[in-house]
């Protein structure tokens, strides 16, 4: 069923015409979050860690499984276009959707049911994919059985990763939704954290003997049980979350009602009926929408999403060959120099098995490091890059001083710096120890790419949402509202604390914001398909190397996987240039003043 599109007929500004102060700071208590507690933060950002373990499983058991299919590594690199095509695709289309459904609910909540069913299924149907292709054919033979079932694995990969799209994109603007601007870095923080926390829980399940320690209806093989597991893990998580926190409703919200409205005209403009939408009409406005949402980014975001673009193309390898390329080298090892031919069966299949096991080992370091990383950050910066209070003099005050210069942009270009040092190093690795290692630092860049460019995206958005909020009181309100009025709740806390303006310089600001998109599912869904249009070039970059490298040799892999990594952190090189040009917040708020002393015709207070 598709999302239908509110068409109310109250202004926005009318809730806010009441001449009693009381039932106007009541309103705008209604449209702005409150903070939230830590229990709420859990709760709000368990299904993102739920839906990580089905990503682990993905990742850690979806490469052996097609190898032994007898897929082939550059025919395995076009399967894998898989996960960005539902990025560019499936993403936007659930935000998009998502932003216009006017369950009384709430707007996400239906896309995050749907998507978990949809991700349940696909992952029952992937890891029996083999059984399934069997219960049709009249052959006893393995191997023509599993040729057989190439083209049906390859679909319940692209089944599994749109399913995961749908769910990830309504899940991430359930969390913008519903936290304050001035918790937007904890709370992403929290997702990026439950993301660590459920890798290291998926390469654990995956480093053990799963069928001699679960329930055999689990399944009967590694993958299946690993498969059940994940299911299991995120419909509890759905459930959780979905029944703790209370979305607003769309049909009585009044900020979403005007978003709503803007929609329509929007719609109009493309000449489409928004009251009479079908999956064509759908199709048309996603693609016309997207195009239109990227010339209208706010400044901030759009430059997030180009180093996003530029680091994604290295991240893709990291994701998806990292067991391969480290399992290769313990290989090459054990075999020293001998070829594979050598080998009975069954001590190709204890090596294959040895190879995967040493692969998930640097998996599951590089799990530790990344949630490390998304414990310690939040901890060390303040949100909006805020000064901690004074301390006396001393070592304390020496490294607060440090601390204080910095920011999330700055530890993000730190990162990727860090990123391609790591694949420059794969030039002097030649052991599976010394690749171990180097996959563990990578758990530094990405634990840093789970939390940082979510914080900037959505502390941008909550930052223009308030400053809209805001110039919808009117002047006599806005000069009595203070912190305390709130109470435990300071819901103006960003704007208030540091961009202190009388009412006009906010309707100046309101204005100038009102041509960007900031709705959550919109600005998040374009932001995905920078993530995963790099991943198809990457994808397809992968698959015409491993054809240029192969040699047929046993260790032609690991130096052709090594040459991908390096392709990849040469394009992170212009991540590194794109960071230099996002904002701080400091700049942001002083762009502000300036824009509202050059055309607003007034004194800062």
Same mark, same amino acid.
Request: glycine content about 8%; charged content about 15%; hydrophobic content about 45%.
């Given at each position: ?39 709420? =933060? *859990?709760? !709000?950002? $368990?299904?993102?860690?739920? @839906?990580? +373990?089905? /990503?682990?499983?993905?990742?850690? &058991? #979806? %490469?052996?499984? =097609? *190898?032994? !299919?007898? $897929?082939?590594?550059?025919? @395995?690199? +076009?399967? /894998?276009?898989?996960?960005?095509? &539902? #990025? %560019? ?517």
């Amino acid at each position: 069923m598709l999302a239908e599109i509110d068409s109310p007929d109250t202004e926005p500004s009318e809730v806010f015409t009441d001449t009693d102060s009381t039932m106007n700071i009541e309103s705008l208590e209604s449209l702005i979050n409150p903070v939230r507690s830590l229990g709420y =933060l *859990l709760l !709000l950002t $368990v299904t993102i860690g739920g @839906l990580q +373990l089905a /990503w682990c499983t993905e990742f850690s &058991s #979806g %490469t052996p499984f =097609l *190898l032994s !299919l007898g $897929v082939s590594k550059h025919t @395995l690199a +076009l399967i /894998w276009i898989a996960g960005p095509l &539902s #990025g %560019t695709l499936g993403q936007p289309m659930a935000g998009i959707l998502s932003d216009n459904c006017t369950y009384h609910g709430g707007r996400r909540k239906p896309f995050i049911w749907a998507g978990c069913i949809a991700t349940t299924f696909s992952l029952w149907y992937l890891s029996h994919s083999t059984e399934i292709v069997g219960w049709f054919l009249r052959s006893t033979d393995e191997s023509y059985i599993k040729s057989k079932t190439i083209p049906f694995a390859a679909f319940g990969i692209y089944l599994l990763d749109f399913s995961i799209s749908c769910i990830q994109a309504a899940v991430r603007a359930f969390i913008v939704d519903n936290v304050p601007t001035s918790q937007q870095q904890i709370a992403n923080a929290w997702a990026a954290r439950m993301i660590g926390a459920f890798n290291i829980f998926g390469y654990f399940l995956g480093s053990i003997k799963l069928t001699e320690v679960l329930p055999s209806f689990l399944g009967n093989n590694q993958f299946k049980v690993l498969s059940s597991c994940a299911a299991l893990t995120l419909i509890v998580t759905t459930v959780a979350s979905t029944s703790y926190i209370q979305e607003r409703n769309p049909r009585t919200d009044a900020l979403i009602k005007q978003e709503h409205r803007k929609q329509r005209k929007v719609m109009q403009t493309m000449g489409l009926n928004p009251d009479k939408l079908t999956f064509t009409s759908t199709v048309e406005l996603f693609f016309k929408q997207t195009l239109s949402s990227i010339m209208r980014l706010p400044p901030q975001v759009a430059m997030i999403n180009w180093v996003e673009f530029c680091a994604w193309v290295g991240y893709f390898p990291m994701l998806f060959y990292t067991t391969t390329y480290v399992g290769d080298l313990y290989t090459h090892e054990v075999l020293a120099g001998r070829p594979l031919s050598d080998l009975l069966p069954d001590e190709r299949t204890a090596l294959a098995e040895g190879a995967t096991r040493r692969g998930s080992v640097a998996l599951l370091w590089q799990a530790i490091i990344t949630l490390a990383i998304d414990l310690l950050l939040p901890v060390l910066i303040k949100p909006h890059g805020g000064r901690k209070e004074p301390v006396a003099d001393g070592i304390l005050a020496r490294t607060q001083e440090y601390l204080d210069r910095v920011s999330v942009r700055n530890i993000w270009l730190a990162s990727h710096v860090v990123f391609v040092l790591c694949m420059v190093s794969t030039f002097l690795i030649d052991s599976s120890t010394k690749a171990i290692v180097m996959v563990g630092f990578l758990g530094i860049p990405w634990g840093t790419a789970l939390w940082a460019p979510f914080v900037l995206i959505s502390e941008e958005i909550g930052r223009i949402k308030e400053i809209k909020a805001r110039a919808a009181l009117s002047p006599e309100l806005h000069a009595n509202v203070r912190m305390d009025d709130f109470g435990e709740t300071p819901l103006l806390h960003t704007i208030s604390d540091s961009l202190q303006l009388p009412s006009l310089g906010y309707k100046v600001l309101a204005e100038r914001y009102s041509h960007y998109v900031c709705e959550p599912g919109i600005v998040l869904g374009v932001h995905n398909m920078f993530v995963a249009l790099p991943q198809m070039i990457s994808s397809l970059v992968s698959s015409l190397l491993f054809k240029m490298l192969s040699s047929g040799s046993a260790t032609e892999s690991s130096d052709s996987v090594g040459w991908v990594f390096r392709f990849g952190g040469v394009v992170t090189i212009g991540a590194i240039m794109f960071n230099l040009k996002v904002r701080g917040w400091d700049e942001l708020q002083e762009d502000d003043e300036r824009y509202v002393k050059e055309h607003g015709d007034i004194q800062l207070g």
